[in-house]
């Protein structure tokens, strides 16, 4: 089928229009706690910003404690330590690389359950067949901040004496019900990380209502010291730095406008994208709250007479960088690839999507512009002579 050049009919954007690029509001007051971080030579180690951030962090979830971290991989990794996980965990192929690495890097073999296409999470309904008597925990992710089955999963968890743990790296500022995200399971673990809309530069928390757990994490964050000169077990460095957690205090005062500013984007994608067949961009719950910073659009190439890779090179031919996420499914990814998976509906759904800009670094202009180039390639790839 040809393909009609698209730059006679588009401009190319002049800076590429990227996913993940970082929200940025109110350099000032981020400065401004900058400079006092620099007159007051406290850079890291249980400084001021870092302990407001995890009381304003922990006030905003509704979760007792809130242990900040250098970033969620290494949040991960502490958390699977200190809960002292063995055997294996079983655990989504579909979500960031880092999730299955977290585990695999501390010894713990990975054990991949496929998805609900629905909610592209964890199954719960395939979690039974998994368990063996080596299984020490599951660990859900919350794609796209859309909460996991959590009720059902704990059900299942406490039936065989299993830890929950959460990957929320997507969910700040997500809830399931009336519940926040951060507060399921024994712990969960938010990314900051700079594409993220909520970001620290590179950082993430641990947030757990568990006394003795959120003890034991603060230690092994810091190499395992309970006090001066006291260390009372392993630990490792994964404090979070005084100027990350001034970045996060900066943007946690405006999270309402940078939530606001994703819904309207989101809606606009939605609007103008949603009457083609076999394209849809995914739902989020009007009854729960979502941080709507994944604008992700499905992308049936049957019946829209498009690949999804074809529509990637189209937009990235006009400067736009959509992303596939989370191409091609960590367990087609090494070291995990040499086995043999049975995962169907997480092979579909690495295929069809495609990611589109959003955030604060674009606005409703870009975003319409967008639509159009979609909608081109759509509807030129279905006629190809139009
Ligand atoms: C689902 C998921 N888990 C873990 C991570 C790792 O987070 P970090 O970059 O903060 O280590 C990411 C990062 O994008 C992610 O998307």
Redesign the pocket.
């Known amino acids: 089928m040809a393909r009609n050049n698209p730059k006679k009919h588009f401009n190319v954007f002049d800076e590429p229009v990227c996913v993940g690029r970082p929200n940025l509001v109110n350099r000032q007051e981020f400065m401004c706690m900058v400079n006092d971080i620099l007159d007051r030579r406290w850079y890291t180690n249980d400084g001021k910003y870092v302990k407001k951030l995890e009381n304003e962090l922990g006030a905003y979830l509704g979760v007792k404690h809130c242990i900040a971290v250098c970033?969620?991989?290494?949040?991960?990794e502490i958390l699977f330590q200190v809960c002292g996980l063995t055997g294996n965990v079983i655990l989504p192929s579909f979500?960031?690389?880092?999730?299955a690495h977290?585990l695999t890097r501390i010894g713990l073999d990975v054990k991949f359950c496929d998805i609900d296409p629905k909610t592209h999470n964890i199954d719960p309904n395939l979690l039974e067949k998994l368990i063996d008597d080596e299984t020490s925990a599951i660990l859900g992710?919350?794609?796209w901040g859309r909460p996991s089955k959590v009720a059902q999963i704990k059900k299942i968890a406490a039936r065989h004496d299993l830890k929950v743990l959460y990957?929320a790296?997507?969910a700040f500022g997500c809830s399931s019900g009336n519940t926040m995200i951060g507060n399921f399971g024994n712990a969960e673990?938010?990314?900051?990380?700079a594409?993220?809309f909520f970001n620290t530069f590179?950082?993430?928390a641990i947030t757990t209502n568990d006394d003795e757990l959120a003890l034991a994490l603060r230690s092994f964050r810091n190499f395992g010291f309970l006090g001066a000169d006291n260390v009372g077990s392993l630990g490792t460095n994964a404090k979070m730095a005084e100027i990350n957690a001034s970045m996060g205090l900066a943007l946690l005062s405006h999270i309402k406008e940078l939530v606001d500013i994703n819904k309207a984007h989101y809606q606009i994608y939605k609007d103008r994208l949603s009457s083609f067949d076999g394209v849809s961009v995914i739902d989020y719950n009007p009854n729960e709250k979502n941080n709507y910073q994944y604008v992700v659009l499905e992308l049936d190439e049957q019946l829209a007479g498009i690949s999804r890779d074809a529509l990637i090179e189209f937009l990235h031919d006009h400067n736009v960088i959509a992303r596939r996420?989370?191409y091609p499914g960590c367990h087609k990814a090494t070291p995990y690839h040499t086995r043999k998976y049975s995962l169907p509906e997480t092979e579909l759904l690495c295929g069809k999507t495609v990611l589109l800009p959003t955030g604060n670094s674009v606005n409703i202009n870009v975003v319409s512009e967008i639509c159009n180039l979609i909608q081109h390639a759509i509807k030129t790839q279905m006629r190809p002579s139009e």
């Open positions: 970033n969620a991989t290494i949040g991960l979500t960031f690389i880092a999730t977290a992710v919350h794609v990957d790296a997507h673990v938010f990314s900051f990380h594409t993220k590179e950082g993430g996420y989370f």
